[in-house]
């Protein structure tokens, strides 16, 4: 599929990363086409340029197919510092002429794109999903990013509890992060 439509790859980003939803208010809410673009807080679909190196067994007539694929599977799921987290190629603008390498018989296709990225700031509070706690602090996901909060991050009121089942950090009114 070469062309994914707006709607299909929002659709790609709720189910893939349904965590990247954020709260405004303390409530949760969708975000939308239009909040997407408006703000440049939130995973945005921006244009982008990559190179495939295309090897002379995959000459032929499913040429281009080859190179959508292959585009696909090498920049979905990355990360860049310039842009962040790339979550999903939307649309493929263009296939430019391929260039022969001499010597070799590869050929190097540049190919402009469209994907929906995710670049978390310093400060920004998003939703994640706790995957291990111990006596340091814990781990968690926020789609494709890991992160660490300390327990010095952790409110002091809150100990360390390792004979629960799962370890977790609980307060005197037995609030627990598990």
């Not at 995973?43 to 007539?61: A, D, K, T, W």
């Not at 263009?94 to 590869?106: D, E, H, L, S, V």
């Amino acid at each position: 599929m070469a062309v994914r439509s707006g709607f299909d790859s929002w659709l790609i980003l709720e189910r893939v990363y349904p965590h990247l939803l954020a709260k405004v208010s303390g409530k949760p809410f969708r975000r939308n086409h239009t909040q997407l673009r408006s703000n440049p807080d939130l995973p945005v679909n921006i244009s982008l340029e990559h190179e495939i190196l295309l090897h002379p067994r995959y000459f032929g007539p499913q040429l281009l197919e080859t190179v959508k694929q292959k585009l696909y599977t090498e920049v979905e799921g990355t990360c860049t510092g310039k842009y962040g987290f790339v979550i999903a190629v939307t649309t493929i603008d263009n296939i430019g002429a391929g260039i022969i390498q001499p010597g070799q018989g590869f050929v190097v296709y540049p190919v402009k794109y469209k994907a929906i990225v995710f670049r978390p700031f310093k400060g920004e509070v998003l939703d994640a999903v706790v995957t291990q706690v111990n006596k340091v602090g814990m781990f968690a996901e926020i789609g494709p990013l890991s992160c660490f909060i300390s327990h010095h991050s952790i409110p002091a009121d809150m100990q360390f509890c390792p004979n629960y089942n799962p370890p977790c950090y609980r307060s005197k009114e037995e609030v627990r992060f598990c």
